[in-house]
Protein backbone atom coordinates (compact mmCIF):
# COMPACT_ATOMS: atom_id res chain seq x y z
CA UNK A 1 0.00 0.00 0.00
CA UNK A 2 2.57 2.52 0.70
CA UNK A 3 5.72 2.87 -1.73
CA UNK A 4 4.72 5.99 -2.91
CA UNK A 5 3.28 7.13 0.66
CA UNK A 6 6.61 6.67 2.08
CA UNK A 7 8.40 8.58 -0.79
CA UNK A 8 6.21 11.43 -0.61
CA UNK A 9 6.38 11.46 3.27
CA UNK A 10 10.53 11.19 2.94
CA UNK A 11 10.17 14.01 0.52
CA UNK A 12 8.09 16.23 2.73
CA UNK A 13 10.38 15.28 5.41
CA UNK A 14 13.65 16.28 3.27
CA UNK A 15 12.03 19.56 2.68
CA UNK A 16 11.06 20.79 6.09
CA UNK A 17 14.14 19.37 7.65
CA UNK A 18 16.14 21.35 5.16
CA UNK A 19 13.92 24.46 6.39
CA UNK A 20 14.05 23.22 10.28
CA UNK A 21 17.87 22.83 10.30
CA UNK A 22 19.24 21.91 13.59
CA UNK A 23 15.70 22.08 15.10
CA UNK A 24 14.61 18.43 16.82
CA UNK A 25 10.64 18.89 15.54
CA UNK A 26 10.45 21.47 13.27
CA UNK A 27 7.20 23.53 12.49
CA UNK A 28 7.09 26.32 10.00
CA UNK A 29 5.79 29.32 12.30
CA UNK A 30 3.46 31.99 11.96
CA UNK A 31 3.94 35.08 9.65
CA UNK A 32 4.68 34.31 6.14
CA UNK A 33 4.18 36.44 3.56
CA UNK A 34 2.80 34.37 0.48
CA UNK A 35 0.94 36.01 -2.14
CA UNK A 36 -1.26 33.83 -3.37
CA UNK A 37 -3.22 31.25 -2.54
CA UNK A 38 -1.23 28.31 -3.72
CA UNK A 39 2.12 29.59 -2.53
CA UNK A 40 1.00 30.54 0.98
CA UNK A 41 -0.32 27.43 1.68
CA UNK A 42 2.49 25.42 0.20
CA UNK A 43 4.75 27.42 2.46
CA UNK A 44 2.51 26.09 5.23
CA UNK A 45 2.60 22.52 3.53
CA UNK A 46 -0.50 22.27 2.58
CA UNK A 47 -2.42 22.51 -0.65
CA UNK A 48 -4.90 24.80 -2.08
CA UNK A 49 -7.27 23.76 -4.72
CA UNK A 50 -10.06 24.45 -7.00
CA UNK A 51 -12.68 22.50 -9.04
CA UNK A 52 -12.06 22.69 -12.50
CA UNK A 53 -14.68 22.58 -15.35
CA UNK A 54 -12.36 20.73 -18.24
CA UNK A 55 -14.35 23.01 -21.27
CA UNK A 56 -13.36 26.45 -19.17
CA UNK A 57 -9.43 25.87 -19.50
CA UNK A 58 -9.82 27.36 -22.84
CA UNK A 59 -10.87 30.68 -21.21
CA UNK A 60 -8.21 32.68 -20.39
CA UNK A 61 -9.63 35.08 -17.56
CA UNK A 62 -10.23 31.62 -15.84
CA UNK A 63 -6.97 30.29 -16.56
CA UNK A 64 -5.04 33.00 -15.47
CA UNK A 65 -6.98 33.22 -11.91
CA UNK A 66 -6.48 29.37 -11.71
CA UNK A 67 -2.67 29.31 -12.38
CA UNK A 68 -2.10 32.10 -10.46
CA UNK A 69 -3.61 31.15 -6.95
CA UNK A 70 -4.19 27.34 -7.14
CA UNK A 71 -1.76 24.32 -6.59
CA UNK A 72 -4.19 21.85 -6.98
CA UNK A 73 -7.11 21.33 -9.30
CA UNK A 74 -10.08 18.42 -9.21
CA UNK A 75 -12.68 17.53 -11.97
CA UNK A 76 -16.03 19.34 -11.22
CA UNK A 77 -17.47 16.76 -13.30
CA UNK A 78 -15.35 14.93 -15.34
CA UNK A 79 -14.01 11.73 -13.66
CA UNK A 80 -17.82 10.87 -12.15
CA UNK A 81 -18.73 7.60 -13.45
CA UNK A 82 -21.41 9.10 -15.82
CA UNK A 83 -18.52 10.71 -17.51
CA UNK A 84 -15.85 8.15 -17.75
CA UNK A 85 -17.42 4.64 -17.74
CA UNK A 86 -20.52 5.83 -20.42
CA UNK A 87 -21.19 2.44 -21.37
CA UNK A 88 -20.34 -0.54 -19.13
CA UNK A 89 -17.01 -1.25 -19.88
CA UNK A 90 -16.07 1.02 -22.40
CA UNK A 91 -13.60 4.23 -20.75
CA UNK A 92 -13.53 7.68 -21.92
CA UNK A 93 -10.42 9.49 -19.70
CA UNK A 94 -10.34 12.32 -22.32
CA UNK A 95 -11.44 14.79 -20.16
CA UNK A 96 -9.73 14.05 -16.63
CA UNK A 97 -6.53 13.56 -18.86
CA UNK A 98 -6.89 17.10 -19.98
CA UNK A 99 -7.04 17.77 -16.84
CA UNK A 100 -4.51 16.06 -15.33
CA UNK A 101 -2.04 17.51 -18.05
CA UNK A 102 -2.83 20.99 -16.57
CA UNK A 103 -2.11 20.34 -13.67
CA UNK A 104 1.14 18.57 -14.57
CA UNK A 105 2.39 21.37 -17.15
CA UNK A 106 1.80 23.84 -14.05
CA UNK A 107 2.79 22.22 -11.19
CA UNK A 108 -0.84 21.47 -9.43
CA UNK A 109 -1.51 18.01 -7.63
CA UNK A 110 -5.05 16.80 -8.58
CA UNK A 111 -7.79 15.59 -6.44
CA UNK A 112 -9.58 12.89 -7.80
CA UNK A 113 -13.34 13.04 -7.54
CA UNK A 114 -15.22 10.54 -7.62
CA UNK A 115 -15.11 6.93 -8.16
CA UNK A 116 -18.29 6.25 -6.81
CA UNK A 117 -21.68 8.35 -5.54
CA UNK A 118 -25.20 7.50 -5.89
CA UNK A 119 -25.76 10.24 -8.02
CA UNK A 120 -24.07 11.33 -11.55
CA UNK A 121 -24.19 7.71 -12.44
CA UNK A 122 -24.35 6.16 -15.97
CA UNK A 123 -27.90 4.90 -17.22
CA UNK A 124 -26.81 1.59 -17.90
CA UNK A 125 -25.45 1.28 -13.63
CA UNK A 126 -28.26 2.90 -11.97
CA UNK A 127 -30.43 -0.08 -13.19
CA UNK A 128 -28.21 -2.39 -11.90
CA UNK A 129 -28.53 -4.68 -8.70
CA UNK A 130 -27.11 -7.01 -6.60
CA UNK A 131 -23.93 -9.20 -7.61
CA UNK A 132 -23.88 -7.76 -11.16
CA UNK A 133 -23.56 -3.93 -9.44
CA UNK A 134 -21.18 -4.86 -7.24
CA UNK A 135 -18.93 -6.50 -10.39
CA UNK A 136 -19.84 -3.55 -12.09
CA UNK A 137 -18.91 -0.92 -8.98
CA UNK A 138 -15.28 -3.07 -8.41
CA UNK A 139 -14.14 -2.85 -11.88
CA UNK A 140 -15.03 0.69 -11.83
CA UNK A 141 -12.98 1.46 -8.99
CA UNK A 142 -10.52 -0.58 -10.45
CA UNK A 143 -10.06 0.64 -13.96
CA UNK A 144 -10.39 4.34 -13.29
CA UNK A 145 -7.84 3.99 -10.37
CA UNK A 146 -5.47 2.20 -12.36
CA UNK A 147 -5.26 4.58 -15.39
CA UNK A 148 -4.46 7.61 -12.87
CA UNK A 149 -2.38 5.29 -11.17
CA UNK A 150 0.59 7.55 -9.74
CA UNK A 151 -1.01 10.87 -10.55
CA UNK A 152 -3.49 11.43 -8.08
CA UNK A 153 -3.11 13.04 -4.78
CA UNK A 154 -6.05 11.77 -2.90
CA UNK A 155 -9.32 10.50 -4.70
CA UNK A 156 -12.72 10.38 -3.05
CA UNK A 157 -13.32 6.64 -3.65
CA UNK A 158 -16.46 6.82 -1.83
CA UNK A 159 -18.99 10.34 -2.03
CA UNK A 160 -21.75 11.19 -0.18
CA UNK A 161 -23.05 7.66 1.18
CA UNK A 162 -24.50 8.86 4.71
CA UNK A 163 -28.01 9.64 5.59
CA UNK A 164 -28.99 13.09 6.29
CA UNK A 165 -30.93 13.94 9.19
CA UNK A 166 -30.52 12.54 12.79
CA UNK A 167 -30.21 8.74 11.99
CA UNK A 168 -26.35 8.73 11.90
CA UNK A 169 -26.97 5.43 9.13
CA UNK A 170 -26.17 4.90 5.04
CA UNK A 171 -27.93 6.87 2.52
CA UNK A 172 -30.13 4.37 0.66
CA UNK A 173 -28.79 3.95 -2.69
CA UNK A 174 -28.60 1.16 -5.62
CA UNK A 175 -24.89 0.78 -4.09
CA UNK A 176 -25.90 0.46 -0.53
CA UNK A 177 -28.43 -1.90 -1.68
CA UNK A 178 -25.20 -4.38 -3.01
CA UNK A 179 -24.33 -5.02 0.96
CA UNK A 180 -22.97 -2.78 3.86
CA UNK A 181 -19.64 -3.76 2.94
CA UNK A 182 -19.67 -1.68 -0.44
CA UNK A 183 -17.86 1.01 0.89
CA UNK A 184 -14.80 -1.01 2.40
CA UNK A 185 -15.06 -3.36 -0.61
CA UNK A 186 -14.16 0.12 -2.52
CA UNK A 187 -11.53 1.19 -0.49
CA UNK A 188 -9.82 -2.11 -1.39
CA UNK A 189 -10.30 -2.37 -5.05
CA UNK A 190 -9.10 1.77 -5.00
CA UNK A 191 -6.08 0.69 -2.54
CA UNK A 192 -4.78 -2.16 -5.05
CA UNK A 193 -5.11 -0.58 -7.49
CA UNK A 194 -2.92 2.88 -7.00
CA UNK A 195 -1.55 2.17 -3.91
CA UNK A 196 0.22 5.32 -3.89
CA UNK A 197 -3.00 7.58 -3.67
CA UNK A 198 -4.31 8.65 -0.58
CA UNK A 199 -7.58 7.27 -0.19
CA UNK A 200 -10.79 9.56 1.26
CA UNK A 201 -14.31 9.43 1.85
CA UNK A 202 -15.88 12.31 1.13
CA UNK A 203 -19.02 14.16 2.25
CA UNK A 204 -21.59 17.30 3.24
CA UNK A 205 -23.52 18.27 5.85
CA UNK A 206 -20.27 17.21 8.30
CA UNK A 207 -19.37 20.90 8.84
CA UNK A 208 -19.70 20.24 12.80
CA UNK A 209 -19.97 17.23 15.51
CA UNK A 210 -23.42 15.86 14.89
CA UNK A 211 -25.59 12.81 13.90
CA UNK A 212 -24.30 12.30 10.50
CA UNK A 213 -20.86 13.21 10.79
CA UNK A 214 -20.55 10.54 13.65
CA UNK A 215 -21.88 7.73 12.06
CA UNK A 216 -19.16 8.84 9.54
CA UNK A 217 -16.68 9.16 12.54
CA UNK A 218 -17.71 5.53 13.76
CA UNK A 219 -17.08 3.84 9.72
CA UNK A 220 -13.38 5.60 9.92
CA UNK A 221 -13.31 4.27 13.15
CA UNK A 222 -14.31 0.72 12.43
CA UNK A 223 -12.00 0.81 9.03
CA UNK A 224 -8.77 1.59 11.24
CA UNK A 225 -9.06 -0.90 13.60
CA UNK A 226 -9.71 -3.52 10.82
CA UNK A 227 -7.32 -2.19 8.80
CA UNK A 228 -9.51 -1.06 5.49
CA UNK A 229 -7.06 1.49 3.59
CA UNK A 230 -8.54 4.78 4.80
CA UNK A 231 -6.20 8.00 4.76
CA UNK A 232 -8.63 10.68 4.30
CA UNK A 233 -11.90 12.31 5.04
CA UNK A 234 -13.23 14.85 3.21
CA UNK A 235 -15.56 17.37 4.56
CA UNK A 236 -17.00 18.87 1.56
CA UNK A 237 -18.23 22.33 3.78
CA UNK A 238 -20.40 23.56 1.00
CA UNK A 239 -21.65 26.52 3.85
CA UNK A 240 -24.65 29.59 4.16
CA UNK A 241 -24.23 32.14 6.60
CA UNK A 242 -23.10 30.64 9.72
CA UNK A 243 -20.48 28.44 10.61
CA UNK A 244 -20.88 25.31 13.19
CA UNK A 245 -18.76 26.69 16.48
CA UNK A 246 -17.12 22.64 16.52
CA UNK A 247 -16.15 23.06 13.01
CA UNK A 248 -12.52 22.89 14.01
CA UNK A 249 -13.23 20.36 17.03
CA UNK A 250 -14.83 17.95 14.29
CA UNK A 251 -12.20 18.15 12.03
CA UNK A 252 -9.58 17.23 14.89
CA UNK A 253 -11.97 14.27 16.59
CA UNK A 254 -11.33 12.94 12.94
CA UNK A 255 -7.60 13.59 12.55
CA UNK A 256 -6.78 12.13 15.52
CA UNK A 257 -8.41 8.48 14.70
CA UNK A 258 -5.41 8.87 12.40
CA UNK A 259 -6.69 9.94 9.54
CA UNK A 260 -6.09 13.32 7.08
CA UNK A 261 -8.74 15.63 6.94
CA UNK A 262 -9.43 17.91 3.93
CA UNK A 263 -11.67 20.48 3.15
CA UNK A 264 -12.97 19.54 -0.41
CA UNK A 265 -15.37 21.40 -1.99
CA UNK A 266 -15.50 24.69 0.00
CA UNK A 267 -18.34 27.74 -0.66
CA UNK A 268 -19.56 29.84 1.26
CA UNK A 269 -23.55 31.81 0.67
CA UNK A 270 -23.26 35.45 -0.05
CA UNK A 271 -24.03 37.96 2.72
CA UNK A 272 -22.16 39.99 5.67
CA UNK A 273 -20.65 36.67 6.84
CA UNK A 274 -19.26 35.25 3.46
CA UNK A 275 -15.91 36.53 4.24
CA UNK A 276 -15.60 35.94 8.26
CA UNK A 277 -16.57 32.35 7.59
CA UNK A 278 -14.06 31.69 4.63
CA UNK A 279 -11.58 33.08 6.80
CA UNK A 280 -12.87 30.87 9.85
CA UNK A 281 -12.80 27.71 7.92
CA UNK A 282 -9.10 28.43 6.55
CA UNK A 283 -8.04 28.98 10.76
CA UNK A 284 -9.49 25.94 11.24
CA UNK A 285 -7.61 23.82 8.80
CA UNK A 286 -4.43 25.42 9.39
CA UNK A 287 -5.20 24.66 13.69
CA UNK A 288 -5.22 20.61 12.61
CA UNK A 289 -2.28 19.47 11.87
CA UNK A 290 -3.59 16.29 9.79
CA UNK A 291 -5.67 19.07 7.55
CA UNK A 292 -3.95 19.15 4.72
CA UNK A 293 -5.29 21.16 2.43
CA UNK A 294 -8.85 23.02 1.45
CA UNK A 295 -10.57 23.27 -2.04
CA UNK A 296 -12.86 25.55 -2.90
CA UNK A 297 -15.68 24.71 -5.67
CA UNK A 298 -14.84 26.75 -8.81
CA UNK A 299 -13.06 29.21 -9.61
CA UNK A 300 -15.22 32.62 -9.86
CA UNK A 301 -18.61 33.57 -8.66
CA UNK A 302 -20.30 32.61 -12.03
CA UNK A 303 -18.25 29.33 -12.06
CA UNK A 304 -20.25 28.21 -8.84
CA UNK A 305 -22.98 25.42 -9.12
CA UNK A 306 -24.72 27.56 -6.87
CA UNK A 307 -25.65 29.73 -9.32
CA UNK A 308 -26.67 33.62 -7.71
CA UNK A 309 -25.31 32.68 -3.96
CA UNK A 310 -21.67 34.46 -5.28
CA UNK A 311 -20.09 32.17 -2.95
CA UNK A 312 -16.64 31.52 -4.05
CA UNK A 313 -13.47 33.45 -3.51
CA UNK A 314 -13.58 35.82 -6.99
CA UNK A 315 -16.19 37.96 -8.95
CA UNK A 316 -16.78 36.88 -12.12
CA UNK A 317 -14.00 39.03 -13.29
CA UNK A 318 -11.85 37.77 -12.21
CA UNK A 319 -11.41 40.25 -8.72
CA UNK A 320 -10.05 39.13 -5.83
CA UNK A 321 -13.42 39.27 -3.02
CA UNK A 322 -12.94 40.11 0.66
CA UNK A 323 -13.11 36.52 1.13
CA UNK A 324 -10.01 35.95 -1.00
CA UNK A 325 -8.20 38.22 1.52
CA UNK A 326 -9.63 36.36 4.43
CA UNK A 327 -8.16 33.63 3.51
CA UNK A 328 -4.90 34.25 2.25
CA UNK A 329 -4.31 35.98 5.72
CA UNK A 330 -5.59 32.66 7.57
CA UNK A 331 -2.88 30.74 5.24
CA UNK A 332 -0.30 33.00 5.92
CA UNK A 333 -1.10 33.66 10.27
CA UNK A 334 -1.39 29.78 10.45
CA UNK A 335 1.07 27.11 11.37
CA UNK A 336 2.82 24.82 9.20
CA UNK A 337 1.97 20.71 8.96
CA UNK A 338 4.54 19.83 11.64
CA UNK A 339 7.37 17.72 10.62
CA UNK A 340 9.97 15.25 11.95
CA UNK A 341 13.23 15.84 10.23
CA UNK A 342 15.48 12.90 9.02
CA UNK A 343 17.61 11.63 12.14
CA UNK A 344 21.28 10.54 11.57
CA UNK A 345 21.59 6.55 12.02
CA UNK A 346 23.40 5.73 14.71
CA UNK A 347 26.73 3.65 14.18
CA UNK A 348 25.69 -0.18 14.85
CA UNK A 349 26.78 -1.27 18.43
CA UNK A 350 25.40 -4.86 18.39
CA UNK A 351 28.56 -7.73 16.91
CA UNK A 352 27.82 -8.20 12.99
CA UNK A 353 25.51 -10.98 12.78
CA UNK A 354 27.02 -14.43 12.44
CA UNK A 355 24.49 -16.38 10.19
CA UNK A 356 25.26 -15.99 6.50
CA UNK A 357 22.99 -14.88 4.29
CA UNK A 358 20.77 -16.95 2.43
CA UNK A 359 22.31 -18.03 -0.90
CA UNK A 360 18.53 -19.14 -2.64
CA UNK A 361 17.10 -16.76 -5.43
CA UNK A 362 13.57 -16.84 -6.29
CA UNK A 363 10.48 -15.36 -5.05
CA UNK A 364 7.60 -15.82 -3.13
CA UNK A 365 4.19 -14.58 -3.36
CA UNK A 366 1.02 -14.21 -1.16
CA UNK A 367 -2.49 -12.95 -1.81
CA UNK A 368 -4.91 -11.07 0.42
CA UNK A 369 -8.56 -11.14 -1.07
CA UNK A 370 -11.58 -9.22 -0.78
CA UNK A 371 -14.42 -11.11 -1.60
CA UNK A 372 -18.12 -10.34 -1.78
CA UNK A 373 -21.09 -12.84 -2.98
CA UNK A 374 -20.07 -13.92 -7.06
CA UNK A 375 -17.13 -11.70 -7.14
CA UNK A 376 -13.44 -11.24 -5.75
CA UNK A 377 -10.24 -8.90 -5.73
CA UNK A 378 -7.17 -10.48 -5.08
CA UNK A 379 -3.74 -7.94 -4.61
CA UNK A 380 -0.86 -10.50 -4.60
CA UNK A 381 2.49 -9.36 -3.15
CA UNK A 382 5.81 -10.60 -4.98
CA UNK A 383 8.49 -10.49 -2.80
CA UNK A 384 11.87 -10.65 -4.17
CA UNK A 385 14.95 -13.32 -2.75
CA UNK A 386 17.98 -13.12 -2.22
CA UNK A 387 19.63 -12.62 -5.46
CA UNK A 388 16.96 -9.85 -6.78
CA UNK A 389 14.68 -10.83 -9.85
CA UNK A 390 14.83 -9.96 -13.56
CA UNK A 391 11.58 -10.81 -14.03
CA UNK A 392 8.83 -13.19 -12.10
CA UNK A 393 5.98 -15.58 -12.89
CA UNK A 394 3.33 -16.41 -10.40
CA UNK A 395 0.92 -19.02 -10.82
CA UNK A 396 -2.78 -19.52 -9.52
CA UNK A 397 -5.33 -22.14 -9.38
CA UNK A 398 -8.30 -20.70 -9.19
CA UNK A 399 -11.58 -22.70 -7.26
CA UNK A 400 -13.06 -24.26 -9.82
CA UNK A 401 -16.09 -22.02 -11.52
CA UNK A 402 -14.08 -18.96 -10.92
CA UNK A 403 -12.52 -16.77 -13.79
CA UNK A 404 -9.97 -13.64 -13.48
CA UNK A 405 -11.91 -11.12 -15.38
CA UNK A 406 -9.39 -8.25 -15.44
CA UNK A 407 -5.71 -8.30 -14.22
CA UNK A 408 -3.44 -5.16 -13.25
CA UNK A 409 0.24 -4.61 -13.15
CA UNK A 410 0.64 -7.63 -14.40
CA UNK A 411 -0.10 -9.64 -17.63
CA UNK A 412 -2.02 -12.29 -17.25
CA UNK A 413 -2.22 -16.14 -19.09
CA UNK A 414 -5.37 -17.42 -19.01
CA UNK A 415 -8.29 -17.09 -17.12
CA UNK A 416 -9.54 -19.93 -15.24
CA UNK A 417 -8.00 -23.12 -13.58
CA UNK A 418 -4.10 -22.24 -13.50
CA UNK A 419 -3.72 -18.65 -14.32
CA UNK A 420 -0.41 -17.39 -14.72
CA UNK A 421 1.09 -13.97 -14.02
CA UNK A 422 3.92 -12.50 -15.53
CA UNK A 423 5.43 -8.93 -14.68
CA UNK A 424 4.95 -5.90 -16.70
CA UNK A 425 7.83 -3.64 -18.07
CA UNK A 426 7.93 -1.48 -14.46
CA UNK A 427 7.67 -4.12 -11.67
CA UNK A 428 10.14 -7.11 -13.30
CA UNK A 429 13.47 -6.19 -11.67
CA UNK A 430 13.38 -6.06 -8.03
CA UNK A 431 16.64 -5.97 -5.60
CA UNK A 432 16.59 -8.66 -2.57
CA UNK A 433 13.53 -7.94 -0.32
CA UNK A 434 11.70 -5.52 -2.87
CA UNK A 435 8.09 -5.96 -3.20
CA UNK A 436 5.72 -5.66 -6.16
CA UNK A 437 2.19 -5.68 -6.26
CA UNK A 438 -0.46 -6.89 -9.01
CA UNK A 439 -4.18 -7.58 -8.79
CA UNK A 440 -6.91 -9.59 -10.41
CA UNK A 441 -10.57 -9.55 -10.25
CA UNK A 442 -12.35 -12.65 -10.84
CA UNK A 443 -16.10 -13.96 -10.67
CA UNK A 444 -16.99 -16.90 -8.71
CA UNK A 445 -15.12 -17.38 -5.26
CA UNK A 446 -11.33 -17.17 -4.84
CA UNK A 447 -11.26 -18.83 -1.42
CA UNK A 448 -8.42 -20.56 -1.17
CA UNK A 449 -5.77 -19.51 -4.08
CA UNK A 450 -2.16 -20.09 -3.09
CA UNK A 451 0.12 -18.66 -5.49
CA UNK A 452 4.05 -20.23 -6.25
CA UNK A 453 6.50 -17.46 -7.66
CA UNK A 454 9.60 -18.04 -9.89
CA UNK A 455 12.25 -15.76 -10.58
CA UNK A 456 13.90 -15.18 -13.98
C1 LIG B 1 -21.83 19.32 -8.70
C2 LIG B 1 -21.25 20.10 -9.86
O1 LIG B 1 -20.68 21.27 -9.38
C3 LIG B 1 -22.35 20.42 -10.85
O2 LIG B 1 -21.80 20.99 -12.02
C4 LIG B 1 -23.13 19.18 -11.22
O3 LIG B 1 -24.22 19.53 -12.02
C5 LIG B 1 -23.64 18.47 -9.99
O4 LIG B 1 -22.55 18.17 -9.14
N1 LIG B 1 -21.26 17.46 -4.00
C6 LIG B 1 -20.30 16.90 -4.80
C7 LIG B 1 -20.02 17.45 -6.14
O5 LIG B 1 -19.62 15.95 -4.36
O6 LIG B 1 -19.64 16.48 -7.07
C8 LIG B 1 -21.19 18.25 -6.67
O7 LIG B 1 -20.79 18.88 -7.88
C9 LIG B 1 -21.64 19.25 -5.65
C10 LIG B 1 -22.11 18.55 -4.40
Not at 84 to 112: K, T
Not at 387 to 393: E, H, K, L, V
Request: proline residues 4%.
Amino acid sequence: MNHRKVLRAAVTVAVAGALASGMTMAMTTGASAGTTLGASAAEKGRYFGAAVAVNKLSNSTYTTVLNREFNSVVAENEMKWASNEPQQGVFNHSSGDRLVSHAQANGMSVRGHTLLWHAQQPGWAQGMSGSALRNAMINHVTQVATHYRGKIHSWDVVNEAFADGGSGGRRDSNLQRTGNDWIEAAFRAADAADPGAKLCYNDYNTDGINAKSTGIYNMVRDFKSRGVPIDCVGFQSHLGTSLASDYQANLQRFADLGVDVQITELDVMTGGNQANIFGAVTRACMNVSRCTGITVWGVRDCDSWRGSDNALLFDCNGNKKAAYTNVLNALNAGPGIPTTPPTTTPPPTDPPPTTPPPTTGGCSASVSLNSWNGGFVASVKVTAGSAGTNGWNVSVTLPGGASVTNTWSATASGSSGTVRFANVDYNGRLTAGQVAEFGFQGTGSGAGMTPTCTAS
